[in-house]
């Protein structure tokens, strides 16, 4: 069969290589073509467009690329019509991949959703429109199949894909060796996002309490695909920045300060203590902050439905609350309780396996 994959994001690009994996080995014929990543091109098929000239944050930023956007969308609509897929899968990328969930489904299209769009978290009633325009949508978070029955939706829910890929990871022995670290002093990771957006406008926050942690060393986890001028404060500070080994520096850390996203359950999953961050343009966090209808941003707490992580956001990002949040888990009693908190947040994710799961069920709706 011939399928189609729509991916805007780093996650989204690991996501989707390894259910591209779980379907070659369920169709030995399948064809690929897609808008995704490196991952994916190492499984096989052809990359339209690389995800890092989609990666748009926040609603400011959105205006400013609009004509860039819809030059996009109407060069993935025409590669799709050429292509004449048996299926698109969209992963993610709620307002790129909705837009191409209509054209599907008004082009008569099969097309699945893989990963749902958060619209649990702002304008529900989205649900409406997913449940118009795609044909199956499979979610990875449990509440999201209760969220979607609310709207006559009935959806798969496969397991979180996360737990695929750390399963499957085995940490370097010589991380330390090979990367010139020294192997009896405690790591701090520092994981500034996927987009320039996100690392220009946190990443220097982040490195401005380093010297409050001097027994420390402090590690970046960088992108290759962003430009390497963004971590420039890092060779000003003596900041190492490591790329394409984040799992590796997940494994060795005492703790991290991350950016909100999927980065902040990876580092959940991989059982260290984390502090959250989060800052955009003040128009988008105005537009943004009376959209959100959920009490949190992070991942780790919205599984949990309960602060396990503290978030600083926008104005409350700043030196002075940076510090003292992570001078909490360092060490002393809201370290152990996180701890134990993530043990908990472990059951709830349930088992790897979401890959081949998801892989099946579409295997199976395409063939009945």
């Known amino acids: 069969m011939k399928y189609y994959l729509v991916v805007g994001e780093r996650s989204g690009d690991l996501h989707a290589s390894n259910l591209m994996k779980a379907l070659k080995n369920l169709d030995t014929k399948a064809e690929f073509r897609f808008f995704g990543g490196e991952q994916m091109q190492a499984i096989g098929g052809t990359m339209v467009k690389h995800y890092q000239e989609m990666a748009v944050m926040g609603f400011w930023e959105v205006i400013k690329n609009l004509k860039k956007i819809a030059s996009l969308l109407k060069l993935c609509k025409q590669d799709i019509l050429s292509f004449k897929p048996d299926v698109v899968i969209l992963v993610d990328f709620a307002g790129f991949n909705m837009r191409i969930a209509k054209f599907c489904e008004q082009n008569r299209i099969k097309n699945f959703y893989y990963i749902s769009p958060k619209v649990w978290a702002w304008n529900t009633k989205r649900a409406l429109k997913i449940k118009q325009n795609v044909d199956r949508m499979f979610v990875i978070f449990p509440f999201e199949k209760d969220f979607y029955k609310q709207f006559g939706y009935e959806v798969d829910f496969v397991g979180n894909p996360l737990l695929d890929a750390i399963k499957v990871f085995q940490k370097n022995p010589n991380f330390f060796r090979e990367n010139h670290l020294t192997e009896n002093q405690p790591i701090i990771a520092l994981l500034p996002g996927s987009r320039r957006a996100e690392v220009e406008n946190v990443l220097p926050l982040m490195l401005s309490v380093k010297k409050f942690f001097p027994d420390f060393q402090w590690i970046v986890a960088g992108v290759e695909n962003l430009p390497k001028s963004l971590y420039q404060i890092c060779d ?73 992580v503290a978030e600083l956001i926008q104005k409350d990002l700043h030196e002075e609350s940076l510090k003292r949040e992570l001078q909490k888990i360092i060490s002393g009693n809201d370290r152990e309780q996180m701890l134990e908190d993530y043990k908990l947040l472990q059951k709830k994710m349930g088992t790897a396996g979401a890959s081949e799961t998801a892989a099946q069920k579409m295997w199976e709706y395409l063939n009945t």
């Open 236 to 308: 000003d500070l003596g900041v190492k920045v490591l790329y394409n080994q984040t799992y590796d520096l997940l494994s060795y850390a005492h703790a991290a300060i991350v950016t909100s996203g999927t980065a902040t359950l990876e580092t959940a999953l991989f059982g260290v203590p984390q502090v959250v961050c989060y800052k955009t343009s003040n128009f988008s966090y105005q537009i943004a902050k009376r959209l959100i209808k959920v009490p949190f941003i992070s991942l780790v707490n919205l599984v949990m439905d309960k602060k396990v």
